[in-house]
């Protein structure tokens, strides 16, 4: 059984999501034969700013022309969200970043078999360690720490051997319809917009395993991103 997952790796909701839904399939008799693939989506591709000076807060305040409260308050939200998934979040580092770099190395990690793994080393070091996953020696020292050759991660990278599948992961999610994330595709069939309750999960993965779920669709996009702003 597959499951899909759009996912950016600078969306909060897309690291609860990954919190949720690995607790649910770890308490799902049929958990291993789940395989979860990871597709490539970009809130904001055309993010500029290399520096890893600008927080998350003030990339908000200045992007999205949200105040100060109105970001304190997302924060305040997904810092209790997280404590249910089982995520940390550390805002007051946390800073944004291209991710188009981090998505060829998770294209990358695939490749060996190192994905999810991939995935949440980038959500930590984004989310709780304040680390700029936009810069090359980052992600190579990421990468690293989860068991891939620096040297091969390098050139990788600075040949955008993978920028293609980026690219062709972001055509595939709008040609389905996502417009926000996280978004997940169950069995290629059934879908669940949004970083859902554990719970509702289980629900969803066990119907799709029995065959019998009927078309899924979310009520609102709440509690997910899109490239107009978080809900």
Excluded at 208 to 216: A, G, H, M
Aim: net charge negative; proline share 3%.
């Amino acid at each position: 059984m597959k499951v899909q997952i759009w996912s950016d790796i600078m969306c909060p909701f897309c690291y609860v999501g990954k919190g949720n839904i690995d607790q649910a399939i770890a308490e799902l008799p049929f958990g291993n034969e789940i395989e979860i693939e990871w597709k490539s989506f970009q809130l904001d591709p055309d993010f500029k700013d290399e520096s890893g000076t600008k927080t998350t807060k003030e990339y908000l305040m200045e992007k999205k022309g949200m105040s100060s409260s109105q970001v304190e308050q997302i924060q305040n939200q997904l810092t209790e969200m997280g404590k249910l998934a089982g995520v940390k979040f550390n805002h007051n580092t946390t800073i944004a970043s291209n991710t188009f770099l981090a998505h060829q190395l998770l294209h990358f990690s695939k490749s060996h078999h190192l994905s999810n793994e991939m995935e949440d080393a980038l959500f930590e070091a984004h989310f709780l360690n304040g680390e700029n996953i936009g810069k090359l020696d980052v992600l190579i020292s990421i990468a690293t720490k989860v068991g891939l050759n620096g040297e091969e991660v390098k050139e990788a990278l600075t040949s955008e051997k993978y920028a293609y599948d980026v690219k062709q992961d972001i055509l595939e999610g709008q040609n389905i319809g996502v417009s926000g994330v996280p978004f997940f595709v169950l069995n290629d069939k059934y879908a669940v917009s949004g970083a859902q309750p554990i719970e509702t999960f289980v629900q969803a993965l066990t119907q799709t395993y029995n065959e019998t779920i009927v078309p899924f669709k979310s009520t609102n996009d709440a509690n997910s991103c899109s490239i107009d702003g978080c809900d």
